[in-house]
């Protein structure tokens, strides 16, 4: 079904939803010896990712903008990496049974094409995992659920000796990139020295900063979700402080044009060729 309009670059396009992202072949664009790293999004017009949960007191993704179509594009971006970056807070939020979803690429049928796809591009079963975090307080229950690939857990030179001892312990690696806390330059490094091509970024504000403000991302997809939430207690896309505004490059925009969803698809180049 082509629902989608092409809005930029301006061609008034239909095009189909499966496939929208996946065309960019995002594990093949780093230059040789480099890697790519992108972020993903779904906002509200209002700028919402998260609020915060009256009961729980927990930052959640408001259900009001989540839906399949987006969670397509968040599973398409996620089978064209080698890695996905996150935080300790999802870990935390995981144990407790409150995280979104298991690190994908996801198991459902529908999403069985991807797979596929990751193999025909060489790519494993499923991206290793890179956790940013400067306390280590990561349980070890949710780390168990991501047995299955490689998990480097990345940290500050100031970080606790008991926590890196307990994280060493586990047969975590643990991989100093930065000096009080990871800096967006060692990580950058760091995912370089590791062999990835493609770092699919997942975390919260904090860890998109540490990489906008270093000047190593390279991509962002924002989805807006066309709705106005309002709450007092949010997360944006950003936090903290950066020296100078980071420009954003428009590369493709489109309109979800099915009624239940009403969103619109941004890709942003940070760097641009
Ligand atoms: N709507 C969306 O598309 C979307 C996408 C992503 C996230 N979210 C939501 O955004 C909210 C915040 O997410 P988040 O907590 O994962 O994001 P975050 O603000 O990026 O990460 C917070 C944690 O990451 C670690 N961290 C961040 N920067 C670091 C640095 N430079 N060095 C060392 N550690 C660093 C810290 O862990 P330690 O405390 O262990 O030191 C910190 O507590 C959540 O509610 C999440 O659901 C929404």
Not at 142 to 166: F, K, N, P
Not at 174 to 191: D, M, S, T
Request: negative net charge; glycine residues 6%; charged residues 25%.
């Amino acid at each position: 079904m082509t629902d989608i309009l092409q809005l930029y670059p301006v061609t008034q396009q239909q095009r189909a939803l499966n496939g929208l992202y996946l065309e960019l072949n995002l594990c093949e664009q780093a230059a040789a010896g480099d890697v790519l790293i992108y972020s993903n999004y779904i906002a509200s017009v209002d700028g919402r990712i998260s609020v915060r949960d009256d009961d729980s007191a927990e930052f959640v993704v408001p259900k009001a903008i989540t839906n399949k179509r987006d969670w397509r594009l968040y599973q398409e971006l996620a089978a064209q990496s080698d890695v996905m970056l996150t935080s300790a807070r999802y870990f935390r939020q995981l144990a407790q049974g409150k995280a979104q979803d298991l690190l994908p690429v996801g198991s459902a049928p529908e999403y069985m094409d991807l797979k596929e796809w990751r193999q025909l591009h060489g790519l494993k079963d499923q991206p290793d995992v890179v956790v940013v975090s400067n306390s280590l307080d990561i349980p070890a229950a949710a780390l168990e659920e991501v047995q299955d690939r490689r998990v480097i857990i990345c940290t500050g030179e100031q970080a606790d000796d008991a926590q890196l001892g307990r994280m060493e312990s586990m047969g975590l690696t643990v991989l100093i990139a930065g000096r009080e806390r990871v800096e967006g330059k060692k990580l950058r490094q760091l995912l370089i020295d590791q062999g990835f091509r493609s770092a699919y970024m997942i975390a919260g504000p904090e860890v998109h900063r540490t990489l906008i403000a270093d000047g190593v991302l390279d991509y962002l997809f924002l989805t807006t979700q066309l709705s106005l939430l309002g709450h007092d207690a949010f997360h944006t896309i950003l936090s903290g402080q950066l020296d100078q505004p980071a420009d954003l490059h428009l590369q493709r925009l489109y309109l979800d044009q099915i009624e239940s969803s009403r969103q619109l698809f941004a890709q942003f180049a940070l760097h641009p060729a």
